[in-house]
Nanobody, 120 residues
Framework: QVQLVESGGGLVQPGGSLRLSCAASGSIFSIYAMGWYRQAPGKQRELVATVTSGGGTNYTDSVKGRFTISRDNAKNTVYLQMNSLKPEDTAVYYC??????????????WGQGTQVTVSS
């Protein structure tokens, strides 16, 4: 069984920074991509950023230049450095691990979510 454990959320003032971490544990052979999604109240879950095992990254337009995603393949851990935070970044942030290969069939996994609140 694969588990994703997130940490680093919290309350921050506009213009501040936070760093999210997500560690995948279990009998993992490989993970194709890891990323972060977010869901604000009353809105659909949206992609924030992803990074592949080869280091390729993808960001939603609203966070480009402010957020940086990185990954430690040896630790099966993904990070999201969030700078210049805005109130509209407030959401529950979910970690995703895509195409996780274990002893069974490859599949995707989700973390439990961590709250990020940007407010003065």
């Amino acid at each position: 069984q694969v588990q994703l454990v997130e940490s680093g959320g919290g309350l921050v003032q506009p213009g501040g920074s936070l760093r999210l971490s997500c560690a995948a544990s279990g009998s993992i052979f490989s993970i194709y991509a890891m990323g972060w999604y977010r869901q604000a109240p009353g809105k659909q879950r949206e992609l924030v950023a992803t990074v592949t095992s080869g280091g390729g990254t993808n960001y939603t337009d609203s966070v480009k230049g402010r957020f940086t995603i990185s990954r430690d393949n040896a630790k099966n851990t993904v990070y999201l450095q969030m700078n210049s935070l805005k109130p509209e970044d407030t959401a529950v942030y979910y970690c995703n691990a895509a195409r996780v290969r274990t002893t069974g069939r490859a599949r995707d996994y989700w973390g439990q979510g961590t709250q990020v609140t940007v407010s003065s």
